[in-house]
């Protein structure tokens, strides 16, 4: 049974915990706004940004600088290695607990990540899935890397055909989850989704950032370059030897590997990790766009207007009623 996070502040009342949640697409000032809107609230920020778990990946997943890592007490960032096994349901579980330890001494906790399963996980809860065989995945990992991804989409849409439809298929992550619970337990993997999930123990405020889809890329294409004149290919360089890891088979990373491989020129590679990244946006907003109870805002709105925004949707500030 999960925990209760409320705090009784006088007799008869129970104190509401709040996570406030930011969300958007990739590159859009999602970092800056949570670090502002958390030391507003005086309080801690939990990432739900799936690429910056892993301690070995740093500029090319845009980690917050150690500048902005020390204005706000930040969680799940670089507390895994890519060498771990590490998934959207033990960060649920991890999450949550740490949740409960927050909400211990604060009544509000900003939570901001691009990532729209992981962010679910945490505001929603997740299907139940049962375990499967982990060489399932390995085997179908080395299948994308052998075959490309449209044979297991194939494979997918024989096996399951509404998670065919219903999922991004040309999110290689998404494409290998659905066929490795299809072929270990031998139903679709759609017959697991929508069940009663828990409920949680406090609310949610999403806000939500976008732009105009030309400012989105043309802000993607940008960072794309200051990832390069950063270091990223000494980064990716230093991974070569570990480029079958699952964390590792994401933009940034796979395109300079096969530029290393010397498959691709690195203008032509550089050229495809901004095209895919900016695939990765477009995806991003599909997800979030389900969500009518989603605030949005445009990305130039002022930071005071957006708190005062989510003030007025709180009664109290954090640690008073």
């Not at 889809?213 to 000494?234: H, K, P, Q, S």
């Not at 990373?253 to 530029?259: A, G, N, T, V, W």
Request: glycine share 4%.
């Amino acid at each position: 049974m999960m925990p209760s996070f409320a705090l009784n502040v006088v007799p008869g009342y129970i104190m509401t915990k709040y996570v406030l949640s930011i969300i958007g697409p990739t590159a859009i000032g999602k970092t800056a706004l949570s670090i502002k809107v958390a030391q507003h609230f005086k309080t801690e920020i939990l990432s739900a940004d799936s690429r910056q778990f892993f301690k070995e990946m740093a500029i090319g997943t845009a980690v917050p600088s150690p500048e902005e890592l020390s204005k706000v007490k930040h969680h799940f960032i670089h507390h895994k290695s890519i060498h771990d096994s590490y998934n959207v349901g033990a960060f649920e579980k991890d999450a949550i607990n740490r949740l409960e330890d927050l909400f211990k001494t604060q009544n509000i906790v900003v939570m901001v990540g691009g990532s729209g399963l992981y962010v679910d996980a945490i505001t929603k809860g997740l299907d139940d899935f049962p375990n499967v065989d982990p060489k399932i995945r390995t085997r179908l990992n080395r299948e994308l890397e052998t075959k490309g991804l449209e044979p297991l989409q194939d494979q997918l849409k024989a096996l399951d055909l509404n998670a065919y439809h219903t999922i991004a298929i040309a999110n290689p992550h998404r494409v290998i989850r659905a066929l490795e619970v299809c072929i270990g337990t031998n139903r679709p993997y759609s017959s697991y989704l929508n069940k009663l999930k828990d409920n949680r123990p406090f609310k949610t405020i999403t806000i939500g950032l976008t732009a105009d889809r030309e400012i989105i890329y043309d802000r993607i294409n940008r960072r794309v370059d200051t990832m390069i004149e950063a270091g990223l290919l000494d980064e990716v360089k230093t991974l070569l030897p570990h480029r079958h890891l699952n964390a590792l088979n994401t933009v940034g990373y796979k395109e300079l590997f096969r530029y290393f491989e010397g498959q691709w020129p690195l203008e032509f590679a550089i050229s495809e990790i901004k095209k895919n990244s900016r695939r990765f946006a477009k995806r991003q907003l599909t997800w979030f766009r389900k969500d009518p109870d989603i605030l949005w805002f445009e990305h130039s709105t002022s930071t005071e207007h957006i708190i005062q925004s989510l003030q007025a949707a709180i009664p109290f500030k954090n640690g008073a009623s």
